[in-house]
T-cell receptor
Framework: NAGVTQTPKFQVLKTGQSMTLQCAQD?????MYWYRQDPGMGLRLIYY???????DKGEVPNGYNVSRLNKREFSLRLESAAPSQTSVYFCASTEGGSSFYEQYFGPGTRLTVT | DAKTTQPNSMESNEEEPVHLPCNHS???????IHWYRQLPSQGPEYVIHGLTSNVNNRMASLAIAEDRKSSTLILHRATLRDAAVYYC??????????FGTGTRLKVLA
């Protein structure tokens, strides 16, 4: 099992450009998450998807959109990138939303916006 | 707001036990306490979680205070590979894992 995979690993964008970060999991998990991590900080939740076909805002959703394409895939889109979105982005998945379940994380996408 | 409090950094000698504390005074009565660690340039990795009683697994032990307002992650014999940032996680409703800034553990050879 690959677990949670993310593409790309690195990306440099100019201000105003758009891009989509891809995430896939092969554990048949119901719930998926997108986080961002700024230098020296913990992770902050951007969006989550409780189950296929649903998405909800997390702590810092502004400037982002998400799509839960199917049970395996959850993508994060930046429509018009800003320097403040320079960060490392992590995708995660769990079996469900209860605190009983542990999260599995991908390796991250390091994004720089100039 | 849900929030955990951890020391910014700790040091340990290799092969010695490490006790990493966390305060989570606003935790609800039904939420599990989770610990994750993040090695340099990697995503967070699950370590252990528990509800009320102490928990053990191959990586660590988790000691939970009787009032559940604090917990301690115990690494029984620290190795150089255990050098990481350790996060104690609190939940803010369903699906919302709240990460603090964590404890950076330095292991000395």
């Amino acid at each position: 099992n690959a677990g949670v995979t993310q593409t790309p690993k690195f990306q440099v964008l100019k201000t105003g450009q758009s891009m989509t970060l891809q995430c896939a999991q092969d554990m048949n998990h119901n719930s998926m998450y997108w986080y961002r991590q700024d230098p020296g900080m913990g992770l902050r939740l951007i969006y989550y998807s409780a189950s296929e076909g649903t998405t909800d805002k997390g702590e810092v959703p502004n400037g982002y959109n998400v799509s839960r394409l199917n049970k395996r895939e959850f993508s994060l889109r930046l429509e018009s990138a800003a320097p403040s979105q320079t960060s490392v982005y992590f995708c995660a998945s769990t079996e469900g939303g209860s605190s009983f379940y542990e999260q599995y994380f991908g390796p991250g996408t390091r994004l720089t916006v100039t | 707001d849900a929030k955990t409090t951890q020391p910014n950094s700790m040091e340990s000698n290799e092969e010695e036990p490490v006790h990493l504390p966390c305060n989570h005074s606003t935790i609800s009565g039904t939420d599990y306490i989770h610990w994750y660690r993040q090695l340099p340039s990697q995503g967070p990795e699950y370590v252990i979680h528990g509800l009320t009683s102490n928990v053990n697994n191959r990586m660590a032990s988790l000691a939970i205070a009787e009032d559940r307002k604090s917990s301690t992650l115990i690494l029984h014999r620290a190795t150089l590979r255990d050098a990481a940032v350790y996060y104690c996680i609190q939940f803010s409703g369903t699906y919302k894992y709240i990460f603090g800034t964590g404890t950076r553990l330095k292991v000395l050879a």
